[in-house]
């Protein structure tokens, strides 16, 4: 048991006070976890796309002061009542939706959109009580997606807990909290290239970078990596991208540009922008007879798909994904394992590292589209 068990802990957060403006470190006092609960010591966060984009709270109601994060790597402090699965000591990921393992979509081996732990960003408190286990001088201090990982220390459900092998090291594993997974998921369990295949990747951020390395894992011949910004090509190399079409060199739609490259269409695309003209494009980029788009990007609020029907009768799939169908608690061993067997190399999503106290240059690296991932490490 640890000796801090059932205690408030006192430990340095990064808080949101307002939008848009930069975190502030902050001695916070987090409660200890409640039942089905468990208290996590963070070693290693990273900062992803989704948190700059709450932070900003441009088109969302402003949930502040809020403590962000949601890709770390962390061990387990203590435990609520009622906690069996895990203990004190367990090295975590702690990931952002959840599997409760009793719902019909946990049950079901076709989904991981757990009904009770589904991700959630409007929520600020925790499931069980609808309270924050974050106070500062009495003051309460949200939650974000049930993570809130810069903080040295957060409070999160079991059910949103993967439990990893210890060997992993934390400030690389990390970052398959997130992003990574997404993309890696929606190649190699959705798109599911066969050896020897073609795959377009729509969009060369984190994700698309990540559903290319799943397309390289699974031995696709042909990486085709779509892009507005030809800048990216070079970096996407290391990912297997091995031809790049910016649509903008191209007076035709994209999809034509790439069906004569292949001789029809690809076997496989991955579309990770949210762009809409990007998601059609890489349904209409797959061969017919056999081709398969898998949507990851999230369209805008009034965004409509449109394509010909006839795309369809001619024996193209459409799909959609939410984080790379991975159950966390399930699956994300597993990925781990692939990392720590050198199947799955991460090191190359990691482009910067800053300290703690240093936060807000990572998000100065994110907004500036200078990084891939940076790690924050909580320990100075
Ligand atoms: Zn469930
Ligand atoms: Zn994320």
Known sequence: M??????V???????????????????????????????????????CRTDVHFWEAKGQTPLFPRIFG?????IVESVGEGVTELQPGDHVLPVFTGECGECLHCKSEESNMCDLLRINTDRGTMIIDGKTRFSKN????????GTSTFSEYTVVHTGCVAKINPAAPLDKVCILSCGICTGLGATLNVAKPKKGSSVAIFGLGAVGLAAAEGARLAGAARIIGVDLHSSRFEEAKKFGVSEFVNPKDHEKPVQEVIAEMTDGGVDRS??????I??????FECVHDGWGVAVLV??????????????NFLNERTL???????YKPRTDLPSVVEKYLNKELELEKFITHSVSFSEINKAFDYMLKGQSIRCIIRMEE
């Open 9 to 47: 802990i006192k430990c340095r957060a990064a808080v949101a006070w307002e939008a848009g403006k930069p975190l502030v470190i902050e001695e916070v006092e987090v409660a200890p976890p409640q039942a089905n609960e468990v208290r996590l010591k963070i070693l290693f966060t990273a900062l």
């Open 138 to 145: 009495g003051q309460p201090i949200y939650h974000f997606v």
């Open 277 to 282: 003209q990007a998601m059609i494009s890489a």
């Open 70 to 74: 949601h890709e770390a790597g962390g």
């Open 297 to 310: 990007g999230v369209p805008n609020k009034d965004d409509a798909f449109k394509t010909h029907p006839m």
């Open 319 to 325: 799909k959609g994904t939410f984080y790379g169908n």
């Open 2 to 7: 640890s000796p801090t068990a059932g205690q």
């Open 270 to 275: 991955v579309e990770c922008t949210g762009s």
